[in-house]
């Protein structure tokens, strides 16, 4: 275990030295991507998570990043042909901000997201998207000023945190471009 020590040999032939010695891994280290999953809204805390998890995607091999963006389900359900063309504007809407989202992403770090748009309760389709998704590094998330982090971030990181398969980032949206791009 790290932190405990051993009394074996250090590699320079010396005998026990008294500090920690950490082992090789248990079992072998295998390939495999590690995508940043991030929400995509036109909020300022979620460009500041955006910027950090495109960052952070272009420094680690072998990694991804997933824009995720969630449409409410329309309130005017009286009239079917309103209601469909409401949806069909606000996918078009969705696909327009990730399509820009990503052709900025791309020319700054080179990183090619996956866009995914959903429809329905926020907090309830993305922890399914993050439940279904086996190769999610982490999802990352903005909290917004003041004592309100946001509906998603209230979420995740209270009573909902232990039933992800992966860890949760926050960001705090009042960090400057330039203390992202220092920590990432």
């Known amino acids: 275990m790290l932190g405990e020590t051993d ?10 030295s008294g500090s920690p010695v950490v082992h090789s891994p248990l079992k072998p280290i295998k ?16 460009k500041v998570a ?15 990043l997933i824009l995720f963006h969630c449409i409410r389900p329309g309130e005017f359900q009286h009239w079917v042909a309103v209601a469909d063309r409401m949806r069909e ?3 078009e809407e969705a696909q327009a901000l990730l399509d820009d ?3 900025r992403i791309y020319e700054q770090w080179s990183v090619e997201p996956d866009k995914i748009i959903v429809e329905g309760d926020p907090k309830e389709e993305l922890k399914a998207f993050v439940e279904r998704t086996p ?14 982090p946001g509906p998603l971030v209230d ?3 209270h009573d909902h945190v232990n039933d992800l398969p992966c860890p949760v980032i926050l960001i705090p949206g009042t960090m400057s471009y330039e203390q992202v791009d220092d920590m990432a």
Do not use: Q, W
């Not at 495999?32 to 805390?45: A, G, H, M, N």
């Open 7 to 16: 009394n074996v040999p250090s590699e320079n032939g010396g005998g026990s």
């Open 135 to 148: 190769d999610l590094f982490c999802l990352v998330l903005g909290a917004g000023e003041g004592k309100d």
């Open 155 to 157: 979420y995740f990181a």
């Open 101 to 103: 989202m990503a052709t």
């Open 50 to 64: 955006i910027r950090f998890a495109a960052a952070r995607a272009a420094h680690i091999t072998g990694g991804g």
């Open 89 to 91: 504007e606000s996918h």
């Open 31 to 46: 390939k495999r991507f590690r995508k940043f999953l991030v929400v995509v809204d036109d909020s300022p805390e979620s």
